[in-house]
């Protein structure tokens, strides 16, 4: 499977500013995803990052709140603009994969934001 | 009715027990299914995906019942190094890579 870095590993910031997440795939991938996991929670799609057009947003989650960028197959970024401390979270990348006939995803080692 | 269910656990067991984890899903439509682990404070990572026949590897046996819409894990010969939350994770559905996950079912064992 890929390896997946993601930076930074852990922030706290200050509400009201903004944050970009960076995932790197050491390998060329089709499917990029972020996802979201709240304390005691389990993990929540974001969006799909598609490579050369606009983000997929799953409902609840919108483009001016968290806008994404996939300028390439191994790189993507996530940001979290205006943050509340309702947005403190592990952030997780993650990339399809496939066996056989079933798509797999690996995750990278996320990001935990808290924020003040 | 929440897309995937799992026993809220969380489980403490004796090393060398067995373990069993139930999960159920409710879209018929989903076509791939996965168990992840996920240590504290780190990433889910795949433990085995899930095929109609069941499969097997190890200590760990996936079973599948498509038409009770019903998963399940079971831990033979538990570890130490077992204890994890065990996620239950589906497809939204088709051929859809996208994946929905249960909350996780808590396990841990004791020596």
């Known amino acids: 499977s890929a390896v997946i870095s993601q930076k930074p590993s852990r922030d706290i910031c200050q509400r009201g500013t903004s944050l970009t997440i960076q995932c790197q795939v050491d390998?060329?991938?089709?499917?990029m995803f972020w996802y979201r996991q709240q304390p005691g929670q389990s993990l929540t799609l974001i969006a799909t990052?598609?490579?050369?057009?606009?983000?997929?947003?799953e409902s609840g989650f919108v483009i001016d709140k968290f806008p994404i960028s996939r300028p390439n197959l191994t790189f993507s970024t996530l940001t979290v603009s205006n943050m509340s401390p309702e947005d403190s979270s592990i952030y997780l990348c993650?990339?399809?994969?496939?066996?056989?006939?079933?798509?797999?995803?690996?995750f990278g080692p996320g990001t935990r934001l808290t924020v003040t | 009715r929440k897309e995937v269910e799992q026993d809220p656990g969380p489980f403490n067991v004796p090393e060398g027990a067995t373990v069993a984890f139930n999960c159920t899903y409710s879209?018929?439509?989903?076509?791939?299914f996965f168990w992840y682990r996920q240590d504290c404070r780190k990433e889910p990572k795949l433990l085995m995906s899930?095929?109609?026949s069941g499969n097997e590897d190890g200590r760990f046996t996936a079973q599948l019942n498509r038409a009770s819409q019903y998963i399940s894990l079971l831990i033979r010969d538990s570890k130490l190094s077992d204890s994890a939350t065990y996620l239950c994770v589906v497809n939204k559905g088709g051929g859809s890579e996208k994946l929905v996950f249960g909350k996780g079912t808590k396990l841990t064992v004791n020596p």
């Open positions: 879209n018929s439509a989903s076509q791939s």
């Open positions: 390998s060329q991938v089709t499917m």
């Open positions: 993650s990339v399809g994969g496939r066996a056989g006939d079933v798509h797999e995803q690996y």
């Open positions: 899930v095929y109609s």
């Open positions: 990052a598609n490579q050369g057009s606009e983000a997929t947003y």
